[in-house]
């Protein structure tokens, strides 16, 4: 209902399932826990940023572009999704990648999602850590112009007000189906990066006039860090809404102590819970996001900060190709 004034375009097979995992929340003996399948959205194996990009993308389509230019981690699920949303709707795909990760193996480099982004015929540019990658995509957008084309640039994790609509929208769907289950939640978790999942969600939970509170679990920056950016994303996605304010400061909570050595980087508590969902439930996560956020939760339930008595539920954000990069690295 917020969204109906946005183009858009269908890309996601939505609305996403609502599950309940009766083994995890026995093994842990703590609270209900029901899981979100964002990992459903069915774009090239799917993940939560093929939600951003029906709204990215549509205003692309709107704008009459031939080529889309992003911008990610050389196994990032986001490129990949755009990669596909791209070769969907008959546009090109120029990407830069990022050598974020430190010492990367063989498998990082040209498996998981790097190998499917090649699959999908994107063309894979290389850079370095830190590069200025505003003014490198704002220089082949010239390039692409200069050749007759009309560019279109995706921020990286289409985490832009724009790209937010998607959590905006996945938020409604969640309340909705909250509804037809019949089932109240206590919190939501869900991993929290380059911030548009996190914003867009708290933004569709206020707008619509609901106060479930949302811990986010951060995977790359520090908590002050990444908190500021989540609440100023949420602030302008409230703004170009209609709904100016409805998110407040103390409604952005993002826990940044599971990311371990760094982004991307493996940690124990990642390992511990990639086999656990795995063999009690049937379900896989990534060594990057999910896989950290469940961490999180999962320590927080061993911590008693959620009581038995509680009903969670976390916001599965897909990244499950990301795992085949990680081959040499996960201890089965
Ligand atoms: C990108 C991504 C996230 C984080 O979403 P943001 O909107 O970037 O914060 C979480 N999980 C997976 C699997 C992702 O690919």
Not at 95 to 103: F, K, M, P, S, Y
Request: some cysteine.
């Amino acid at each position: 209902m917020l969204l109906s004034n946005f183009p858009r375009v269908s890309l996601a097979h939505l609305p996403t399932p609502l599950e309940p995992l009766p083994r995890l929340s026995e093994r842990l003996g703590g609270p209900e826990i029901w899981v979100k399948r964002d990992d459903c959205t069915g774009l090239a194996t799917g993940g939560n940023k093929t939600r951003k990009l029906e709204f990215s993308m549509g205003q692309a389509l709107e704008r009459g572009a031939t080529t889309v230019i992003t911008v990610g981690a050389v196994q990032s699920n986001h490129v990949r999704q755009t990669a596909a949303a791209a070769a969907k709707l008959g546009m090109r795909c120029e990407v830069l990648l990022e050598h974020r990760v430190e010492n990367p193996g063989p498998l990082y480099l040209n498996s998981g999602n790097v190998l499917l982004d090649r699959i999908l015929g994107a063309n894979l540019r290389e850079y370095a850590k830190g590069t200025d990658f505003d003014a490198e995509m704002e220089k082949i957008a010239g390039e692409i112009r200069a050749e007759g084309g009309n560019p279109y640039i995706v921020p990286g994790g289409a985490s832009n007000p724009v790209g937010a609509l998607g959590y905006v929208g996945c938020a409604e769907e969640l309340l909705r189906q909250c509804d037809e289950h019949d089932v109240a939640f206590d919190h939501a978790v869900l991993a929290s990066g380059s911030a548009g999942t996190h914003a867009g969600f708290a933004v569709g939970l206020r707008a619509s006039g609901n106060d479930l509170p949302v811990l986010g679990i951060g995977v790359n920056v520090p908590q002050d860090e990444q908190e500021a950016k989540v609440y100023a994303l949420s602030r302008a996605t409230a703004e170009y809404i209609g709904k100016p304010g409805c998110v407040v400061r103390e409604d952005i909570v993002a826990d940044c102590g599971y990311i371990g050595p760094g982004y991307g980087e493996p940690t124990a508590g990642m390992n511990e819970v990639v086999l656990m969902l795995a063999r009690e439930e049937g379900l896989l996560f990534d060594p990057v996001y999910s896989g950290k956020a469940l961490a999180g939760l999962v320590d927080y339930v061993r911590e008693g900060r959620f009581a038995a008595s509680q009903k969670i539920v976390f916001l599965h954000t897909g990244g499950v190709a990301g795992l085949f990069a990680y081959a040499d690295i996960i201890d089965v």
